[in-house]
């Protein structure tokens, strides 16, 4: 059986794709180190932000409903880096940008070694950044 090895990419709809693309700037490129393109498919405008790993795309929204995060589809999306202290500088890095990110903190209920800050998009996409925790790990090293 074939087996999936990561995420490829996936698309976000924003309803202002400028204001979104400095905000994503801000956060992808400037502190987490995200390569950036542009493209442009069927006549929409995309903005790919992309790391080794996988692509982050934005493209305009074709409805102008808010995003509710409980509605059908995409709750939030989380990034993980490898330590807890990856996570309390990415943090700090946000908040000193005026991003309302919460504070790295240990979340015990999740997993007892789950750090993790939240904060979210101008269209109120929640984001998480989470470090790479123990289960983890021991899944990928002993699947």
Not at 15 to 28: I, K
Request: glycine residues 6%; contains cysteine; hydrophobic residues 35%.
């Amino acid at each position: 059986m074939p087996e999936v090895i990561g995420i490829d990419h996936i698309y976000i709809t924003v309803s202002d794709l400028r204001r979104s693309e400095a905000f994503y700037d801000r956060v992808f490129v400037g502190i987490l180190g995200f390569r950036k393109n542009e493209l442009t498919l069927g006549s929409d405008p995309h903005i790919q932000y992309f790391n080794r790993h996988f692509g982050y795309v934005l493209r305009p929204a074709r409805a102008s409903s808010g995003h509710d995060s409980y509605a059908p589809g995409l709750h939030h999306f989380c990034l993980r880096v490898d330590s807890v202290s990856e996570v309390v500088e990415i943090a700090e890095s946000l908040r000193r940008l005026g991003i309302a990110a919460s504070e790295a903190a240990l979340h015990a209920e999740y997993a007892p070694d789950y750090w993790a800050t939240f904060f979210s998009d101008p269209d109120g996409i929640r984001l998480e950044v989470t470090n790479y925790r123990q289960e983890r790990r021991d899944r990928h090293d002993n699947w």
